[in-house]
């Protein structure tokens, strides 16, 4: 950038630092939703319950059901695919 293009913009700095700032941030959430790791610890946590008698096979299939549908839309946003119009009613969206 030269010197007279940076003076004309310097007023709109604070505003492209708060843009950086949100689309980090944004990031940082993204990843942490993502993340499929306690999507899996969530399922071995199910099955225990089920096998110690502290749910029933109906909660366990329903919520397994969930957990499953979760795993998909994390496989599916990993490798770069849109969310189905399912996804988005649920509130999941990309960009």
Known sequence: MGLITQLVTLP????????????????AAEQEYYDPAPVHRELAQ???KLLTGEIDEETFDRREDELLDRLEEIRAWQAG???TAHDETQGHHRE
């Open 81 to 83: 695919e849109p969310l």
């Open 46 to 48: 199910l099955e225990q």
């Open 12 to 27: 709109l700095a604070p505003v492209r630092g708060v843009v950086w700032v949100m689309d980090r941030v944004m990031e």
